[in-house]
Nanobody
Framework: DVQLQASGGGSVKAGDSLRLSCEVS????????IGWFRQAPGKEREGVSC?????????YKASVKGRFTISRDNALMNTWYLQMNSLKPDDTAVYYC?????????????????WGQGTLVTVSS
């Protein structure tokens, strides 16, 4: 079974940075995508970023572009990161990582079949 484990959330102040990690196991797809999603209290889940592993193509939600970076650990090939800089209170949410075995370019949640548990990020002003 495909399993994803997200970690790295916490409580920080506006302007601080956090790095979320997503460890993936139990899969053997040739082309797939890793996505990061978030759900703020009272709001729908939204796509934050996505990386298509076959060509490294990345995609970001407009509000995080330039502040967040999705990447892969080149040593630990089954671990992906979401580096979040210049955090804002609006970034407060539960963050989830997910895997799409079809290799989507956009972080659209219904395309992603496998999900990890969330990790909470709280940004105070």
């Amino acid at each position: 079974d495909v399993q994803l484990q997200a970690s790295g959330g916490g409580s920080v102040k506006a302007g601080d940075s956090l790095r979320l990690s997503c460890e993936v196991s139990g899969f053997s797809f040739d082309d797939y995508s890793i996505g990061w999603f978030r759900q703020a209290p009272g709001k729908e889940r939204e796509g934050v970023s996505c990386i298509r592993v076959s060509d490294g193509a990345t995609n970001y939600k407009a509000s995080v572009k330039g502040r967040f970076t999705i990447s892969r650990d080149n040593a630990l090939m089954n671990t992906w990161y979401l580096q979040m800089n210049s955090l804002k209170p609006d970034d407060t949410a539960v963050y989830y990582c997910a895997l799409d075995p079809e290799g989507s370019y956009y972080p659209v949640d219904y395309e992603f079949e496998h999900w990890g548990q969330g990790t909470l990020v709280t940004v105070s002003s």
